[in-house]
């Protein structure tokens, strides 16, 4: 695979265009694990069918795992209702946890292979960010996303059982 240069992030559809970037290296690249860590990932493209297909190519290789951390999961089912169709399939390899509501607001917005890159999303308001494969950049935010799961539960679950 031919490797593009990080794109720049300045704006809502370049986030867009940096978390497909970030997808398709991380991908390309033989990552085997990816975390993905938002609020709520509204602003994510997990609706589109060509993400969603790059997703299920990767996850069919051996020893593929894709983490979500998020404060709240309440807002997928009805934005992205093809990718709760799609997560029923592979849940055995999309794991999704929650963060406690006190580490909510400091939570980071990134894409994140286990390797170098990342796509970190730094000031939403604005829409600024910075796409990366460098090993340092990744270990730190890495190390940030860490220390939240480590306290986050196993949340949002595939099936709702009710009576």
Avoid at 13 to 24: D, E, I, P, R, Y
Avoid at 40 to 65: H, S, V, Y
Avoid at 81 to 92: G, I
Wanted: glycine letters at 4%; aromatic letters at 8%; charged letters at 20%.
């Amino acid at each position: 695979m031919e490797d593009q240069a990080p794109p720049p992030i300045d704006s809502r559809q370049a986030w867009t265009s940096a978390l497909h970037w970030g997808l398709k290296t991380a991908t390309g690249q033989g990552a085997r694990q990816m975390t993905w860590v938002d609020a709520d990932f509204t602003e994510w493209p997990l609706n589109d069918a060509g993400w969603l297909q790059q997703l299920t190519a990767w996850l069919r290789l051996p020893q593929r795992r894709l983490v979500l951390l998020a404060a709240d999961f309440s807002a997928i089912p009805q934005q992205h209702p093809r990718f709760m169709a799609w997560r029923r399939d592979w849940s055995h390899a999309v794991e999704a946890r929650q963060v406690p509501p006190e580490l909510a607001t400091g939570l980071p917005l990134v894409l994140l292979d286990d390797r170098q890159l990342s796509v970190q999303l730094l000031d939403p308001v604005h829409w600024r960010g910075r796409a990366a494969q460098d090993a340092r950049v990744a270990h730190l935010i890495r190390e940030q996303v860490d220390a939240v799961l480590q306290r986050s539960e196993i949340g949002f679950p595939v099936n709702t059982l009710g009576l």
